[in-house]
């Protein structure tokens, strides 16, 4: 079953340091979202992707963060310096096509784990 | 704003024992809400959409509903296996942008 699959499964980084989390979404899907969880709150949306630009982001994506699909097959989230508050589990998320398209569900990856220290 | 609730959030079941979860929300033109199942440490795995008022989707012990300002997850008989946390999402578009938004979540924990 194809699945989506981000590395790595936790980072851990000092405070102002850039990160970069990786994503390898579905091959056949053009729709690609980054979410984060920060511990014990809720799934927030941070960004959607289509084809080679952001397609919406919400007021958590500020100047620091950043998207890239920098090849057919990856799709990566900077934070250029961290702050404490960016610890979350992060999740990367594709789609074949819109929902209102007739697309039914976003494959979720595992997550990284980001630990601000 | 878009809001979505869920309750409660925690549950404990005794093996067996039927329940229901229930998630409301107040968003400007529902586009579909989404159910999903995380276990912890793991990412969100897609279990139904519903998209009108009065659909209902069912897959083993799960049966999800839909009214205008709530979904209730059913479940039935439940085993051990389906202790996790289960989150509603609702579908929010916004010039052919579309976004998920979720709830908090409601943890079920099933003892045997």
């Known amino acids: 079953e194809p699945e989506v699959t981000q590395t790595p499964s936790h980072q851990v980084t000092q405070m102002g340091q850039e990160v970069i989390l990786r994503c390898v979404p579905i091959?056949?899907?053009?729709?690609f979202y980054w979410y984060r969880q920060i511990l014990g709150q809720k799934v927030e949306f941070l960004v959607s992707f289509y084809n080679n630009e952001i397609s919406e982001k919400s007021e958590i994506f500020d100047d620091q963060f950043s998207v890239e699909r920098p090849d057919g097959s990856n799709f990566t989230l900077k934070i250029r310096s961290t702050k404490l508050e960016d610890s979350a589990m992060y999740f990367c998320a594709s789609s074949e096509a819109l929902y209102t398209e007739g697309s039914t569900e976003a494959f979720f990856g595992q997550g990284t784990r980001l630990t601000v220290v | 704003e878009d809001q979505v609730t869920q309750s409660p959030e925690a549950l404990r079941l005794q093996e067996g024992e039927s329940s229901s979860l229930n998630c409301s929300y107040t968003v400007s033109g529902l586009r579909g809400l989404f159910w999903y199942r995380q276990d912890p440490g793991k990412g969100p795995e897609f279990l139904f959409t519903l998209y009108s008022a009065g659909e209902e989707k069912e897959k083993e012990r799960l049966k999800a509903t839909l009214t205008k300002k709530e979904s209730f997850l059913h479940i039935t008989a439940p085993k051990p296996e389906d202790s996790a946390t289960y989150l509603c999402?609702?579908?929010?578009?916004?010039?052919?942008?579309?976004?998920?938004?979720f709830g908090t979540g409601t943890r079920l924990t099933i003892i045997p």
């Open positions: 999402a609702v579908l929010v578009t916004n010039f052919g942008n579309e976004k998920l938004t």
């Open positions: 091959s056949n899907h053009l729709y």
